[in-house]
């Protein structure tokens, strides 16, 4: 937090930079901005700005570079590793007035489109040519595109696709000192570049610079999906399901699991669907042209049976399809219903190494008398374990914590990583020590030793080490 | 207590964390050595009913091929060698061996150092081994020509990329040389299935007045590594690759969904056809490219830097790029240049 001098001079300096009403700094608009969907740890900003255009975030950058404050960047603020958070007070920046989709190319597969734009609205405008664009984290109502490449993100269909970065073409940056540059574009390339910069852009989280415009690849939509559910007694006949499709010719897009505890959630709620309580719920999608996906259904279904499901169900029917999926999509919302408070964790683990993970999830929580869940892309081998807790209650937020590094403690031993596409932010900075020994940590501290040295831009995310000295 | 299928193996040096070899049939990943020739990984791969897709010549390294194209025909599928490649042992230019990147689809863990390093051909080090991922091999391919006039090929492409079919071939190729072209669809699929894509695809033929043949369990397509590489974007690939074709001496191979053109030079005393490239010690060494390998070497880099002349402004105007082995990249400029010590300086890769 600014001492109160530099407040009012902060204030009149960010008035400057941009049109009237888009600077905010009174106690109540400054609370909307203290979390992100982590939710328990509130950091409070010096200010918030929503710049029109490119044009003022250019004068924002420059400014706070002058006046020595921190700055972040923040799209929908839905990220769940504590990333578009003001962890050193300064000033946060909010791109939802950057939301055009500048231009569709659907002959050259690819769209252009600012930072702003919501996942939802580009897919909307892309429906009209008959594309689409993959990555499909479920924020996708409201997250934007600038989270999305800042966090690398991906989602259920990203087993088949993947990730955000494998549909980046290029992007425009503005650097703290106010220089914009365009790396790549429509093509894919590097452009006039030497290096590829465009990679160390991609899951930066705001710790390079602020993201404005995207190129970004998009893909004809499938003509016909298919949609399976199945349940399984034990964790034994879920992974052979889960090992049969990701071998299989059909390439299912999604392969999505639910352990019996979230199963039992789910079915103790007034959003039942009727699954057997003690079981795992595996959820499966094949897609592509009608002929060739409706040539694939009994096999793929043929797969679940034989690894010991007794309740397959499937269907191309849209509404049919979109009650398949209700277990998965309503979780998420139970938890923040039942919950004071819960944290998702985000792991990626080779995935025999699955029962054990899960093992020590439960066995943790249990010892610690924390409700676990899991709910996750079984497919990748990304887990995301769902703790859920109550902030206030003296040493619960603490007992969460522990858990989180023991399990990534674990993740990292077995050959895993510590974020497969929530990112790291200041929630999981501290077991960077983890994945990363001295030289690796050098080679990954010289990225923002080039774009933002002094570690002005969201500092404390990513490294520990990226704390902001003015 | 909850029971799996099958537990751990350490794959990693415990100080390290560099890579050992290793092949994890179900997470579908093998650790090789960059050194390892397409061949070997096929054989290794093809044990478990598993393959590397993205190959451009079957008897060159993984290291000569990631870093003479960042696409293979493949890619139209599965995507750009980064997308197919998770990890690496790399050794920076001091001689230390580092890990790179990980032995899972999926990371957001810290800068993406692995994509950017990947295919900076030696400026910054080198791969020692790599960790690919594989994909289900179905044993049974069908690779179709597609013949005409050279119009309507090129015409047919965009309706062919616009089906939600193109998804499903590894790769969809315009082979273009001097007036000659044609389209080259190649599919890895059950047995079962290959009646569905011939019924498609010959009518897909017959819509475009095109002429269609179809060979059965052809090896995937390997045109060689090329010499010079054009990234544009998809709607661009059929004029630049048939214009190219045009000149005398040069075979193009369009790369259609990855708005990749792979170029061909004839050798002296070869006919540009036979799909081989040069002997490649090449990209893997600091020197990349400008070894000197006489005057063969020299005339082959001088014609491809008039080539790259006549198109790189374009290419570059839509964020696009060029490469070849025997041509350096054009030396940074500010505030390139300045990033770039930078970055040697502060990562150790001096
Ligand atoms: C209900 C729910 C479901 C979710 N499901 C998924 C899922 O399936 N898959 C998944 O990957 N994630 C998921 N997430 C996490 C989150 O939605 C993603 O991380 C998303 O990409 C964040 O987008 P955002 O616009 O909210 O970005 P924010 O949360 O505002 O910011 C995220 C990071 O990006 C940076 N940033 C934002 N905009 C810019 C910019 N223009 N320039 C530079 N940096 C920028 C911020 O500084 C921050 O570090 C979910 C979250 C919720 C709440």
């Known amino acids: ?470 | 207590m909850i029971t799996g299928v099958c537990s751990g193996v350490p794959e990693t040096d415990p100080v390290s964390r560099c890579f050992r070899h290793f092949i994890d049939p179900i997470d579908g990943v093998l650790c090789v050595s960059a050194d390892a020739v397409a061949d070997e990984i096929a054989t290794l791969a093809h044990d478990h009913n598993l393959r590397f897709p993205l190959i451009l010549d079957s008897s060159a390294t993984l290291s000569q091929q990631v870093n003479s194209s960042e696409y293979a025909p493949a890619s139209s599928r599965f995507g750009a060698f980064c997308d197919n490649i998770l990890g690496m042992n790399w050794k920076m230019p001091d001689g230390r061996i580092v890990r790179i990147g990980e032995r899972v689809v999926k990371t957001t863990t810290g800068y993406d150092v692995f994509r950017f390093l990947l295919h900076s051909c030696g400026r910054f080090g080198y791969a020692t081994d790599y960790v690919v991922r594989l994909r289900p091999d179905c044993r049974h391919t069908v690779q179709y020509s597609l013949s005409g006039k050279t119009s309507d090929v090129c015409q047919s492409i965009p309706v062919l990329l616009k089906g939600s079919w193109m998804h499903w071939f590894d790769s969809i190729d315009l082979l273009s040389e001097g007036q000659n072209c044609r389209l080259r669809l190649h599919v890895n699929c059950p047995p079962n299935e290959s009646r569905l894509f011939t019924e498609y695809v010959s009518s897909f033929a017959g819509s475009q007045h095109l002429q269609m043949s179809a060979e059965y369990d052809r090896a995937a397509p390997v045109d060689g590594c090329p010499d010079f590489t054009f990234k544009t974007t998809p709607d661009r690939v059929p004029s630049l690759t048939t214009q190219l074709a045009q000149e005398q001496g040069i075979r193009a191979t369009g790369l259609c969904y990855s708005g990749v053109v792979l170029g061909y030079l004839s050798k002296p005393g070869q006919p540009v056809s036979d799909g081989s490239g040069p002997e490649a010690s090449d990209c893997v060494q600091p020197s990349v490219g400008i070894q000197t390998e006489g005057q063969d070497f020299e005339r082959i880099a001088e014609r491809i830097q008039t080539i790259v002349r006549q198109h790189a402004n374009e290419l570059y105007s839509l964020g696009g790029d060029w490469h070849s082995r025997y041509v350096p990249p054009p030396s940074p400029v500010s505030p390139e240049s300045e990033w770039i010590s930078i970055l040697q300086k502060e990562a150790g890769l001096l």
């Open chain 1, 1 to 470: 937090m600014q001492p109160s001098g530099n407040r009012v001079h902060l204030e009149t300096t960010l008035r400057n930079c941009v049109s009237r009403g888009r600077v905010l700094t009174s106690p109540a608009q400054l609370a909307g901005y203290d979390t992100d969907g982590l939710g328990y740890k509130e950091y409070r900003p010096d200010a918030v700005v929503i710049p029109a255009d490119t044009d003022e975030l250019i004068r924002v950058l420059q400014s706070a570079r002058q006046l020595g404050v921190p700055l972040c960047f923040r799209g929908a603020g839905t990220s769940l590793s504590g990333g578009p958070v003001a962890a050193q007070g300064g000033i946060i920046v909010h791109t939802s007035a950057l939301r055009a989709i500048r231009k569709i190319s659907p002959e050259g597969f690819w769209c252009e489109v600012e930072c702003g734009v919501t996942l939802n609205q580009l897919d909307e405008a892309l429906k009209q040519h008959s594309v689409f664009y993959p990555p499909d984290p479920s924020s996708g109502p409201v997250c934007t595109i600038g989270g999305n490449v800042a966090t690398n993100a991906g989602g259920a269909h990203c087993f088949r696709y993947g990730v955000t970065s494998n549909y980046v073409l290029g992007l425009e940056v503005i650097l703290l000192d106010g220089s914009v540059h365009r790396f790549g574009g429509p093509a894919g390339g590097r452009g006039r570049w030497r290096e590829d910069w465009k990679r160390f852009m991609i899951g930066s989280e705001g710790t390079l610079g602020a993201f404005t415009r995207f190129w970004l690849r998009v893909l004809p939509r499938p003509e016909k999906v298919w949609t399976f559910r199945a349940t399984f007694p034990d964790l034994i006949t879920a992974e052979k399901a889960i090992h049969g499709l990701v071998a299989d010719a059909s390439y299912p897009v999604a392969i999505e699991l639910m352990d019996p505890r979230c199963v039992a959630m789910v079915e103790n709620s007034p959003m039942a669907v009727g699954l057997p309580v003690d079981s795992f719920m595996l959820l499966t999608e094949i897609e592509g042209p009608a002929a060739l996906v409706d040539a694939r259904v009994e096999s793929v279904a043929e797969i679940l049976r034989n690894a010991g499901s007794r309740d397959v169900v499937y269907s191309d029917e849209a509404i049919l399809r979109g009650k398949l999926w209700k277990a998965r999509k309503v979780a998420g919302g139970l938890m923040g219903q039942l919950s004071a408070d819960f944290v998702v964790q985000d792991a990626v683990i080779p995935k025999r190494a699955l029962a054990e993970l899960l093992q020590l999830v439960y066995d943790e929580a249990d010892a610690a008398g924390i409700r676990a869940v899991n709910v996750f892309h079984a497919g990748d081998g990304n887990l995301h374990p769902n703790f859920l807790f109550d902030s206030r209650k003296p040493g619960e937020l603490e007992k969460v914590e522990l858990i989180g590094k023991r399990l990534m403690q674990r993740v990292v031993e077995v050959g895993g990583t510590l974020s497969g596409e929530h990112g790291i932010g200041n929630d999981k900075a501290a077991y960077m020590p983890l994945v990363f020994g001295p030289d690796t940590t050098r080679l990954q501290l010289a990225i923002p030793a080039v774009f933002n040295p002094r570690h002005q831009l969201n500092p404390l995310k990513v490294f520990t080490e990226r704390r902001f000295t003015p």
